[in-house]
Each structure stands twice: as structure tokens, then as C-alpha cells.
């Protein structure tokens, strides 16, 4: 029979995991805005410039569920290349890529939060 402190050990362990993704773990998610970008600030800069562009195209892939409106297949393709290259052009790639879906947004006004 497995040693019942193990288990209970494991469990402990895997509840410590968890509440850190709770509100007010260290890896919660970070509601305000204000304090995301300061989180961002931290990184180095090339870091920055990719984070940001991340950013940027994880609210429009938001702005395009909330109107049921997909993708597309060339955005999904392209963005699970940018992964492949190199960090310091990681930034421009997703740039271009939020381009292509910032040309298909005709009715984005200052609700629809996309950051220019």
C-alpha cells in the first residue's frame, strides 16, 4: 500500500502550486494595467518591445472572440512560428502581425480596447 504521508505531502505540495495562480499569489493574474506595464518595465529592453507587441496582439485576438470573429489561419500560422526566431526579431514579427489584424478592425472606437 503507497505511504498515505506521501500522498498527502504531494497534495500539499500541488495545493502551494495552485494558490500561487489564486488572487493575491505571486502568479495571479494582474488586473490593473498600470501595474502590468510597470512588470513589464523590469525586463530587459528587447524583452520589452516583445512582451508589449504580445500584449498588444493578446488584446486584439480578445477584441476578435468577443465579436466571434476568427483568426485566420495565415495569423494562427504565423504566430506559432515567432517562437523560431531569434529574440531581437521576435517584436517586429508580432508587429506585422498585429498590423494584418489592425487592417481588418473598421469599427474600432475608443471602447474597444486596442491599444495603438
Known amino acids: 500500500m503507497p505511504d498515505e504521508n506521501f500522498h498527502k505531502a504531494i497534495l500539499d505540495e500541488l495545493d502551494k502550486v495552485f494558490n500561487q495562480f489564486q488572487p493575491g ?15 513589464i518595465e523590469a525586463l530587459p529592453p528587447e524583452e520589452q518591445e516583445v512582451v508589449r507587441e504580445l500584449t498588444t496582439f493578446a488584446d486584439l485576438c480578445k477584441y476578435f ?26 517584436a517586429a514579427r508580432v508587429r506585422e502581425i498585429n498590423q494584418k489584424l489592425l487592417e481588418r478592425i473598421h469599427d474600432a472606437g475608443p471602447d474597444s480596447q486596442i491599444r495603438h
Open 25 to 39: 499569489g505571486k502568479l495571479a493574474p494582474i488586473e490593473d494595467r498600470s501595474e502590468y506595464d510597470k512588470g
Open 65 to 90: 472572440s468577443e465579436r466571434k470573429q476568427k483568426l485566420g489561419s495565415e495569423i494562427v500560422a504565423a504566430i506559432a512560428q515567432v517562437h523560431k526566431v531569434p529574440v531581437a526579431e521576435r
